[in-house]
């Protein structure tokens, strides 16, 4: 129904987003509709190896079989708790650093390199050094995944922190407000899109660091059911951890998204 405070234009226009909207959905089905089919018709008709690469049909069986055996579920959470822990703390911690490097000229100068050398260095060969301090159980997970998402989250929020606009730090401070005022008044609102920037990125890199370390180390978790697939050749558990394991990805950024909207709305875009 169109609302009698648009004008025919604004309706016209506003009609044409939702219509184009719905054709993009529309072919994105499309798209991965066709793509399973023809994953399933390579392997039927022997164009493909189905115990090498499985199948749609196949992999649905398998998660049907994992779903009576009640077990899946028990690994998708073990995964999603390692990863929204060491994602929460990764961000939190970061963010935290970042505010102390913001409000300390040389404390950042003094983090600067070891910052550049731990973004450079591959956390996943850090994994032994976590096994060995935190033990082999979830501990030494959710240290991996937070130290993979905690660098990237100082980085990032520490540059937003420092391209807050000059012009309104000075008016703030013409006006009489200290430090303290300037950044939960000024700076740190303004770097909300940063912020959320920096969580739709480490919503992945939680993942990798997740899997990763089950892949070392975990007697449960989406990480620990591709590898056992791997060892006893069982790529239809495999290509359906694969799977389980995307679509659980897809539903933490959609779940950022969703709180980024929401909070857009109750503070305004100048959030």
Do not use: C, H, T
């Given at each position: 129904m169109n609302s009698p405070s648009l004008s025919p234009g604004r309706?016209?226009?506003?009609?044409?987003?939702r219509r184009q909207k719905r054709q993009v959905r529309l072919w994105q089905a499309a798209l991965l509709a066709g793509l399973l089919a023809l994953w399933e018709l390579s392997c039927r008709v022997g164009l493909s190896d189905g115990f090498l690469i499985s199948s749609p049909s196949r992999m649905a069986a398998t998660f049907v079989s994992l779903c009576r055996g009640g077990d899946l579920w028990r690994h998708i959470g073990v995964s999603c708790g390692e990863t929204v822990i060491g994602f929460l703390s990764g961000t939190a911690l970061g963010t935290a650093v970042a505010i102390c490097m913001w409000?300390?000229?040389?404390?950042?100068?003094?983090?600067?390199?070891?910052?550049?050398?731990?973004n450079a260095l591959p956390k996943t060969a850090l994994g032994p050094i976590f096994i060995v301090w935190m033990g082999a159980g979830q501990g030494a997970i959710i240290v991996m995944t937070l130290a993979i998402s905690l660098i990237v989250t100082i980085l990032n929020m520490y540059q937003g922190f420092l391209s807050t606009d000059?012009?309104?730090?000075?008016?703030?401070?013409?006006?009489?407000?200290?430090?303290?005022?300037?950044?939960?008044?000024?700076?740190?609102?303004?770097n909300a899109p940063t912020l959320f920037s920096t969580l739709k990125v480490n919503v992945g890199l939680s993942w990798v660091g997740v899997i990763m370390g089950e892949f070392l180390v975990s007697q449960a978790g989406?990480?620990?059911?591709?590898?056992?697939?791997?060892?006893?050749?069982?790529?239809?558990?495999v290509m359906t951890s694969v799977v389980i394991?995307?679509?659980?990805?897809?539903?933490?950024?959609?779940?950022?998204?969703?709180?980024?909207?929401i909070l857009n709305r109750f503070w305004g875009k100048g959030l």
């Open positions: 309706q016209a226009y506003l009609l044409a987003v409000w300390s000229g040389k404390l950042a100068r003094i983090l600067d390199p070891y910052l550049v050398v731990l000059e012009e309104k730090i000075r008016l703030l401070r013409s006006l009489g407000a200290n430090r303290r005022q300037i950044l939960w008044l000024l700076v740190f609102p303004a989406l990480g620990y059911l591709i590898v056992y697939g791997s060892q006893v050749f069982n790529m239809d558990l394991l995307a679509v659980a990805a897809v539903v933490m950024y959609r779940l950022v998204l969703w709180v980024e909207k």
